[in-house]
């Protein structure tokens, strides 16, 4: 598990859940408890004398209950008992013990980083104190508990050149007397009271010694070998050792130097190989830190901590002592430290900065070394700045054959910044067996289990608070904290600390932190602050806060206590899970919250307030007279379907537990306002009425918090698969809107005034569910369309179905709440979603024209002052749309800009020509009336707009700069010719319908035609068929494509001048293959009337031209010469229509190509099946099939016309070439 720092937070107020509890009973093991004191920074530990007659044993006093049992009492929920500062499943953090009046008047207001206090908790003696600069103040502890604790006061030696605190050790004498008290000044001035009782009287009785210092050398450490013997070290590596002895009636105190004895130096000086190994040269230095190590019969070892060496020296009862090891171990743990995989360990030994602050000896023997080091970590807001952080660590030794090695390093849970507390030197303490590590920090103790990856610390809140003792048994489980403001008791459950899981455990830590800020963070008198532990991993902060919050959302009893008043309980739960989001917020951890983690934190808020607004609501239309209610029925059904319907109150049972599940309770609202539509006994009007208002209430309250909420939770939107809009929420919101506005539109079986009521109160929430289907499915569509959601199987086909159905709904919407009485809401209600297109349309609801009397002139005037563009392109959409162009132009003055836009963007040549020619733009005008023509199916509308078109081209000559482009110009031409043709068949055949009197039908007038005009298909089913059609389409006004022009040209029969037919068919073909060279930009080479047609289809519309010119004349009969002259055989070649037709084509100025003149056997190829397709898209495949057979029909008839044999084809060509040159044809001899 790594950690990040977590510098202090704001003041956050932490509430207490239970009863204090009493420190463990029983006897302290001799010799392992011990009381070490350093200047200002005290870690305190207590042992008996193991020689002295006077030592006992002394432990803590009990301050309440037994633990176990104060656990226990809480089984019912009730955690926020009196008393409790903190707890989690390892530990307990209660009320011990108040400061006394004197100690809290001196701390009072104090400011701990200018004036240096101390302070240590004697587990040993039950005393404690704290100590100024000049004053030593002590007290038992213990007896605070139960009254007024006895102050006993001392005046201080004084440091006149540190001005630091004293160093102390409190002497036990036993449980018959008071305690002595040995305090040191750094200047080495030593005073020794033989009992604290005379701190009553002044304290002015004590025994004082000078420790004899260099110049220059200081006391850096105190520390409690046993009830008699004292050892203190100085700033150059030397230390001493204080006895307190008696002489029967009074004590004393001497003391000396660490030494050998005089004898042994002696006999090492003429006898050196005595001793198997030589004694280590000792090195000076400052020493930080001295602990005890095990005690054998020659003498107890005493373990150093000089500067980044350690020392162990062998301290015997005979008054002297020997060095046995000097190692620097500083590169070792530098090594250690380096072989993790920490991220924020420096790859250089000065940047790494490595500190040795604290030594302890743990039973086996094995040393523990508190160490520090300069990490670099990333902000908590995520961005790339780092600062600097001193880490922390424990690194267990083990000395073997005279030298020292690491065995591991753990980290601690607490990091130091700039902005962190008081500065003090950290000191560990030894629990239970040493298995558990706990650190003293000025405003935080962290503890460190040595066997598993337990880590947590207890931090203070107030940043004029700070630590000043901590006191334990080594052997047992308690933890005594002594701080400015109070003394607290922590016990810790070493069982669970056993059993603490690696891979859960750091989220359940995560979420006991969370928990306990959320139970004890409205308690004012907690002194603890509750933040997450450096580095917090991500998994584990978001795995603990999902749970912490559906713990909340189901009224976990160990969270919440029971209460009745189920308004007041939801209300507590809302902001439980405030506070939560708080909470995470001011320990900046938010950036390592996923996006989803946050959304789903969010939609339990959401369903929360939902559920409490909507509680309200209930109890306002809640009457024990109801017969009926909709909600509550809905409840019992969905708590029976979840198998959880054994509840006297079924409606607080589901408010209390099945929030969470808010969204599905609405499935089973609308399921009982659908029966409530045919079963007996049910009123539809009210269950209506109630269903409305409870979806309403539930999905606008959900989306309400999130919109004025959101921000707290960092929500991007849109909302990933948002529970206010999931698809079931879709479909009740919209059948809901159906249904009622169904109701109230027609009549129903409830009558009289009660059902009227009712009726009045559906309309009135018309508004409400139809600006509800808005919001979810505008929400629904946001989440759709975003890149998570693209990823989702079946997205687009959701995407495009809600897409057409909000579209299609929309109007109808609006246009119901305008309809029942709301124009209001439905104006305010477009404009809210953008719905401009709907907005548009609500404007023209009334009157429309003239624009002047519409009565929401105001409003279209209001919208395109707002919205301006954007309205303005929707208004005229819908305006031409609704075929209202009248109203369109008739506002060409007030709006012409954004007229002139909206064709711009929306390019309609159809009608953008009448604002060109408004506007005086005619060459643009004539440009869209060509291309307009060309699609245009109506005769008469093509002539016109050909006509106006070809006087626009003509009136910019009035146009600056401006001139006629003549190619356009023949474009007209060309476009009116086409349309002459039109007009000249509609002409012959309206005489042929003249000679019928009577009213007759289009396909009556077609079949007249036929019969007068088409003798020659009567054989020719399919083909007669295709003429009646393009006939019967002529009648009605429809202009037709070249195609069908060239069939009613060449199919009719063409006797006397109607042979002139065929010319005109050929000329028609040739114009819509030839392009006229018109300039691109001008855009007419593709509407060059008649139309633009495939090259393929145009060759063959040239052979069915052919087909039917050879076709037109009995060939076999015209070569039957016998007893003709030459002058009759030219004569008829000369009737021919081949002749007519090629003496009008070859008379052309522009000549036909290669393939406009064709012989027999190059015409005789059909048009393909494909290409009739094509031509007739919707035509029978069997119709198609007999067309090809009577088109391939009429090539065979060619070939076997003989046209092409006996120079037949050569000389009508002959006479043709003759006629245009003015001379007489040459005779050609024809067979008989």
């Known amino acids: ?89 390892q530990l307990d953090a209660v009320f011990y013990a108040n400061l006394p009046v004197e100690v809290k008047q001196v701390l009072k207001n104090v400011d701990f980083y200018t004036s240096p206090y101390s302070g240590e908790v004697d587990t040993l003696t039950g005393f404690a104190l704290v100590s100024t600069a000049q004053k030593c103040f002590v007290w038992k502890h213990a007896q605070a508990l139960t009254g007024t604790p006895t102050c006993y006061i001392f005046a201080c030696p004084l440091d006149y050149v540190l001005g630091t605190t004293p160093l102390h050790c409190l002497v036990p004498f036993g449980s018959g007397r008071e305690p002595g008290l040995i305090l040191i000044s750094s200047s080495g001035e030593t005073r020794f009271w033989d009992s604290i009782a005379s701190g009553l009287a002044g304290g002015e009785h004590f025994v004082s010694i000078q420790l004899g210092l260099s110049t220059g050398e200081t006391v850096t450490t105190l520390t409690r070998a046993d009830a008699v013997t004292y050892i203190a070290s100085t700033s150059i590596g030397r230390l001493l050792r204080l006895t307190v002895t008696s002489d029967g009636s009074k004590y004393h105190i001497a003391h000396h130097i660490f030494s050998r004895p005089q004898s042994a130096h002696g006999l090492a000086r003429f ?97 523990l070394l508190l160490c520090s080091y300069f990490g670099t970590e990333h902000d908590a807001v995520g961005e790339n700045s780092t600062r600097a952080r001193r880490v922390y660590l424990v690194a267990q030794m083990s000395h073997w054959v005279g030298s020292l090695s690491v065995d591991k390093v753990t980290t601690i849970p607490y990091q130091t910044t700039s902005s962190s507390g008081a500065p003090i030197r950290p000191r560990m303490t030894l629990m239970a067996s040493g298995s558990l590590v706990a650190v003293q920090f000025g405003d935080a103790v962290a503890l460190c289990s040595r066997e598993t990856e337990y880590r947590d610390r207890i931090a203070l809140k107030s940043a004029s608070d700070r630590t000043l003792g901590l006191g334990a048994v080594e052997q047992g489980s308690e933890l005594l904290i002594m701080t400015a403001t109070t003394i607290m008791k922590v016990v810790v459950d070493m069982e669970k600390v056993a059993d603490f899981d690696p891979v859960t455990g750091g989220a359940n830590i995560v979420k006991s932190i969370m928990t306990q800020a959320v139970l004890y963070g409205t308690n004012p008198e907690n002194p603890l602050d509750f933040s997450f532990p450096p580095g917090v991993d991500e998994g584990s902060l978001m795995s603990g806060a999902t749970q912490l919050s559906e713990s909340i959302l189901e009224s ?22 405030s506070f939560l989001i708080q909470f995470i917020n001011d320990n900046a951890v938010l950036p390592k919250v996923s996006q989803t983690c946050r959304q789903q934190l969010a939609s339990h808020a959401e369903k929360q307030f939902a559920a409490r607004e909507l509680w309200l609501m209930h109890n306002k239309y809640q009457s024990v007279t109801q017969s ?209 297109r709907s907005l548009a349309s609500l404007c023209h609801k009334d009157k429309v024209y003239p624009p002047d009397e519409n009565p929401y002139l105001s409003k279209i005037q209001a919208s395109l002052d707002h919205f301006r563009e954007a309205f303005a392109m929707e208004l005229f959409q819908w305006y031409v749309e609704n075929g209202e162009l009248r109203t369109l132009f008739a ?54 707009m050909l006509s106006i078109g070809k006087l626009s081209q003509l009136a910019q000559l009035h146009e600056p700069n401006a001139s006629v482009e003549e190619k356009v110009l023949n474009a007209f031409h060309d476009g009116l010719d086409f349309i002459s043709v039109h007009e000249t068949l509609l002409e012959k055949f309206r005489v042929v319908l003249e000679a019928h009197k009577g009213k007759q039908s289009h396909d009556a007038q077609a079949d007249t035609v036929v019969r007068a005009k088409a003798k020659s298909l009567a054989n020719r089913k399919y083909t007669m068929r295709l003429f009646k059609d393009l006939i019967r389409q002529l009648l009605q006004g429809k202009a037709l494509g070249v195609e069908d022009i060239v069939d009613l040209l060449t199919l009719k029969d063409n006797d006397g001048e109607e042979m002139e037919d065929y010319t005109t068919a050929l000329q028609l073909v040739d114009e819509a293959k030839v392009s006229r060279g018109i300039p691109s930009n001008v855009e007419v080479a593709d509407h060059l009337v008649p139309q633009d047609l495939p090259k393929i289809r145009i060759k063959s519309a040239v052979r069915s031209v052919w087909r039917r010119i050879y076709m037109h004349d009995d060939w076999a009969t015209i070569k039957q010469t016998k007893n003709l002259t030459d002058a009759e055989l030219t004569a008829r070649l000369q009737n021919t229509a081949l002749y007519q037709t090629l003496l009008s084509v070859l008379s052309l100025e522009s000549h036909p190509d ?57 000389r009508v060509l002959e006479l043709v070439r003759q006629a245009q040159e003015g001379g007489p044809g040459r005779d050609v001899p024809m067979e008989g």
């Not at 602990?291 to 150093?304: F, P, T, Y």
């Not at 709301?822 to 719905?835: I, T």
């Not at 012989?1159 to 099939?1185: N, T």
């Open 891 to 944: 506002q060409q003055e007030r709006y012409g800009d954004y007229i002139d836009m909206y064709f711009a963007q929306h390019p309609n040549p159809t009608i953008s020509w009448i604002n060109d020619i408004g506007k005086g733009r005619y060459g643009a005008a004539s440009e869209s009336l060509l291309e307009v023509a060309k699609g245009e199916g109506t005769l008469e509308v093509k002539h016109l």
């Open 628 to 836: 009926h209610s909709v909600l509550n029925e809905a409840i019992h059904n969905y708590l029976s379907a979840m198998r959880d319907d054994d509840h006297a109150d079924p409606e607080r049972a589901f408010f209390r537990k099945h929030v969470s599940r808010l969204g599905e309770l609405m499935v089973y609202v609308m399921d009982v306002t659908r029966r409530s539509s045919y079963e007996m006994n049910r009123k539809l009007l009210e269950a209506l009425m109630e269903a409305n208002r409870v979806v309403y209430m539930i999905i606008d309250s959900g989306m309400h918090f999130r919109r004025n909420y959101g921000a707290k939770y960092g929500i991007q939107e849109p909302m990933y698969n948002p529970w206010t809009s999931a698809p079931p929420m879709i479909d009740i919101v919209f059948e809901l809107f159906n249904m009622t506005t169904k109701i109230i539109e027609t009549p129903t079986v409830e009558t009289g005034t009660a059902a009227q009521y009712v009726k009045e109160e559906l309309k009135k929430q018309i508004p409400d569910i139809g600006g509800l289907v808005f919001g979810c499915m505008t929400e629904r569509l946001d989440w759709l369309k975003s890149p998570v959601a693209a990823t989702e199987p079946g997205n687009d086909k959701e995407k495009t179905d809600l897409q057409e159905r909000f579209a299609a709904s929309r109007p109808q919407i609006l246009d119901t709440i305008r309809r029942v009485g709301y124009p209001e809401k439905a104006f305010h209600l477009a404009e809210y979603y953008h719905d401009l």
């Open 1154 to 1210: 290669e393939y406009t003149l064709l012989r027999p056997r190059d015409c005789q190829e059909p048009p393909s099946a494909e290409e009739i397709s094509a031509r007739f898209p919707g035509m029978d495949p069997d119709a198609v099939e007999a067309l090809v057979d009577e088109f391939e029909a009429e090539g065979v008839e060619v070939i076997e016309s003989g046209v092409d044999e006996d120079g037949i084809w050569e």
């Open 271 to 367: 006898l050196p190989g005595l001793w198997a190994e030589p004694t280590p040269q000792i090195e000076k230095g400052y020493v930080s830190s001295v602990a005890l190590g095990k005690e054998s019969e020659s003498g107890q070892d005493v373990w150093a901590l000089v500067n980044a060496r350690i020392q162990k020296w062998n301290m015997t009862a005979d008054d002297w002592e020997e060095v046995v090891l000097d190692e620097e171990v500083i590169s070792k743990i530098r090594d250690a430290v380096r072989a993790t995989n920490w991220s924020n360990v420096p790859l250089s030994d000065y940047e790494l900065d490595l500190d040795m602050l604290d030594l302890h000896v743990e039973k086996t023997g094995k040393l």
């Open 1 to 89: 598990m790594s950690f990040s720092p977590a510098p202090r937070r704001p003041h956050r107020v932490n509430a207490a859940r239970r009863a204090a509890q009493s420190p463990l009973q029983g006897h302290v093991p001799r010799g392992n408890s011990l009381t070490a004191t350093r200047r200002a920074t005290p870690v305190l530990r207590g042992t008996p004398d193991r020689a002295s007659p006077f030592a006992d044993d002394v432990s803590m006093v009990s301050a309440s209950s037994d633990a176990e049992g104060s656990r226990a009492s809480t089984s019912d929920g009730r955690l926020r008992a009196e008393g409790v500062f903190a707890r989690s499943d």
């Open 556 to 577: 976990d009893p160990e969270l919440l206590r029971p209460n009745v008043d189920m308004q007041a309980q939801l209300q507590s739960r809302e902001e439980l899970l």
